[in-house]
């Protein structure tokens, strides 16, 4: 017989069905719990809430296990190609080569923007910060294809995600140049995905530019790691915003904007910048450990430290920290920010507070130092942690359609005023 849970209030008790899934998380469905009991549940920031069912990423955070479809992290980032785990998340298979063929060759000869788009960026300052740029562009991209009115893209929506996938590096790669005053890039169709992201951002009309292929691995890898994380706060966003039938593009621009914030994608940035005042603040970093431990009074939280799931280690952040000390081992990059970032990490790992809190590196902690020995400039990671998050966000949107989920709605407690009177402005 199916479990059930019981609750009893106000004298009465009723029963909820419990669910598993195949990895054997356990819920409750508490689907009709209003209608039965008249209460709803409060669970400020989602922390014991499961918004949907997916198949597409399952994520283990006391064992520290992150799976694609079915696919071990450590297995993708180490024998796949960004564009075949895009596929994967986006179409639950591996691709066979023809399928990765066509798929490739699709995004290969979509990477020009709309001219009029030139017309929209050239109206941000130069000092834009890139990912409002980013976001912004890409809202602006559901006004270039009219077919999107009134949900009629449906039945195109694989040539938006080929769009999506295609164009948000040029998009990216433009927002820098501007910052730098520099002639913006096109693409080259006869490069691949990660060259030509890299050309158009480095490329400069004066001198040859020659992918390295060291870089190029490794932003693969790098992308792949971001590549989904199930029901993060972006990837949410994506689902909540797409479930008033808001076009693909309106939802990934939502999605891209909560990104963007320190305590998520954002956080890449921070950590860089906090590791560089730690630097400049001659290398103390049990100072630093001793701020963040009163971070109640002193407001400051160690970046890249800490994650809603992940509880015992972040398993991307293993990868990442490895492919540091490889990458600028190879590049011959020697950065002292990444020793401070060590004595860190040893440091915090060894104090009470972060044990019992089990705050452990996330995936931001490391990836920065490895953008930078890249020569990404620091304003740029979190626009590449939006490219790499690309596909789960189009995966996770077109799950939700396919699944016919409902608007998302959440309750709330009202802890308002009751009822009054209207006072008119001449009598208040
Ligand atoms: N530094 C110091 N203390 C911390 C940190 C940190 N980075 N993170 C959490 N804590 C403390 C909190 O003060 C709290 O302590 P308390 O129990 O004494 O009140 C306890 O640990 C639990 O923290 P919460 O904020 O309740 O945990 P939550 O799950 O809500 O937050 C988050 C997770 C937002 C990631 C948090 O750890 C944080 O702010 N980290 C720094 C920002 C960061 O690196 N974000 C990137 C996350 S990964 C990603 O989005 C890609």
Redesign the pocket.
Known sequence: MANSAELTVDGKTYSFPTLEGTEHEKAFDISNLRDQTGYVTLDR?Y?NTGATKSAITFLDGEQGILQYRGYSIEDLAAKASFLEVAYLLIYGELPTQEQYHTFENAIRRHTLVNEGMRTIFNGFPVNAHPMGVLASMVSAMSAFYPELENGKEEDKTDLHIIRLLAKLPTIATWSYKRSMGHPTNYPKNNLDYIPNFLNMMFALPVEEYKVDPVVAEALNVLLILHAD?EQ??STSTVRLVGSSQANLYSSISAGISALWG????G?NQ??IEMLENIKADGGDVSKYVEM??N??TTGF????????VYKNF?PRAKIIKKAADDVLAKLGVNDPVLEIAKGLEEAALNDE??VS?K?YP????YSGIIYRALGIPTNMFTVL?AIGRLPGWIAQWKEMRETKEPIGRPRQIYTGATLREFVPIENR
């Open positions: 920031g922390k994380h993060n706060c320190p305590l998520h994608g956080a921070e950590v963040a431990k971070a109640k939280r160690l970046f890249g430290f800490g994650h809603r972040d507070y972060f809190r705050l996330n995936v931001d902690f942690f």
